[in-house]
């Protein structure tokens, strides 16, 4: 168990889920691969380390791209899909570990991880980055959330939450009445350095510097049973009783149904970067020193 502040069976639930999630789940942008190789300087067979690499929905983008992948997940049925999706690529290796447990053997010029970040112990993640990464290399963390504000469905959905599931707080990136944007403090289109990436980079002692999120807005329109599939690979509907997560699926069907034949989900994909301290005898810290901020929600709301 890794003190992340959350329980293992949040950590590990996508695991019960794992061919669901590889369907239902967005892939990435093509310009959020973009900023990743144009930021850490990546050329065809650069070698990158992910972390947290579920199904492979970044690995393969990453591959495609002629990047070399050592893929981390601590899940062996995500894993597996994982393995399956990149069979036909050539250059990624996937290995079941845990960021915690796992020793580098290498420096690697980037570090990404994707929808996983949080996951991960915040008292370590940092120092764990800082010691994979060579000095001036790139971490990027990467998240596809909700933007509830331009979602014509929002009210309708609330409804359905506080009918269909009153426990559920909005807690996470799929409940309407989350503010996921809360994570870097911006909005699509502009470039920032503010927001919770800002204090978890403020937070690594020294040994990340230049934090930055770009933005990536897009959409995905989803028939009532694709949304439904959608929801069950957040680990917050995963860990629902089935009887509730029964009632609060049916109350959201019944919100799209009734409204037309699908919903269209606003999204925004947040590519948040920041770069390995360059000089490491000027800014190396003490183990123990690093103190990471990046909280999603406060202490009493946590998910994703
Ligand atoms: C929401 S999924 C994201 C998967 C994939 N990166 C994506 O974008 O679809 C989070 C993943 O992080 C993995 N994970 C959880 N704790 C981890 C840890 N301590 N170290 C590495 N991976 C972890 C989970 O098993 C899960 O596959």
Redesign the pocket.
């Known amino acids: 168990m890794?003190s992340t502040g959350f329980q293992d069976e949040q950590?590990?639930a996508?695991?019960r889920v794992a061919e669901l999630y590889d369907r239902a789940?967005p892939s990435y942008p093509a310009g959020a691969i973009d900023d990743v190789l144009e930021h850490g300087g990546l050329g065809v067979g650069a070698r990158v380390l992910e972390?947290?690499?579920?199904?492979g929905?970044?690995t393969v983008l990453l591959a495609a791209r002629g990047l070399r992948v050592l893929a981390?997940?601590?899940?062996g049925a995500?894993a597996a899909v994982a393995r399956a999706n990149c069979a036909d690529l050539g250059g990624v290796r996937i290995v079941e570990a845990?960021?915690?447990g796992w020793q580098p053997s290498e420096c690697f010029p980037a570090l990404v991880c994707?929808?996983?970040w949080h996951?991960?112990?915040p008292g370590q993640r940092c120092r764990l980055a800082y010691q994979a990464l060579a000095p001036g290399a790139t971490l990027a963390a990467l998240w596809t959330f909700p933007d509830w504000s331009r979602c014509a469905l929002r009210d309708a959905l609330s409804d359905a939450y506080r009918a269909g599931a009153p426990p559920l707080a909005p807690d996470f990136p799929m409940h309407p009445d989350s503010e996921p944007e809360r994570l870097v403090g911006a909005r699509p289109g502009r470039v920032r350095d503010g927001g919770q990436w800002a204090a978890e980079i403020a937070g690594s002692a020294g040994a990340f510097v230049a934090p930055e999120t770009r933005l990536h807005p897009c959409s995905a329109t989803y028939t009532a049973d694709q949304y439904i599939d959608l929801l069950q690979t957040h680990q917050d509907h995963i860990l629902l009783g089935p009887e509730q997560r029964r009632r609060l699926l049916d109350a959201v069907a019944e919100a799209i149904t009734s409204r037309g034949d699908s919903i269209e989900l606003p999204l925004v994909t947040h590519v948040c970067l920041a770069r390995r301290a360059a000089n490491p005898l000027e800014t190396s810290p003490a183990p123990g020193e690093l103190s990471a901020t990046l909280r999603f929600w406060p202490e009493s709301r946590k998910g994703?």
């Open positions: 890794v950590r590990l996508f695991g789940r972390v947290g690499a579920g199904t929905k970044l981390l997940e601590p899940s995500m845990e960021f915690e994707a929808a996983a996951w991960i112990d994703s």
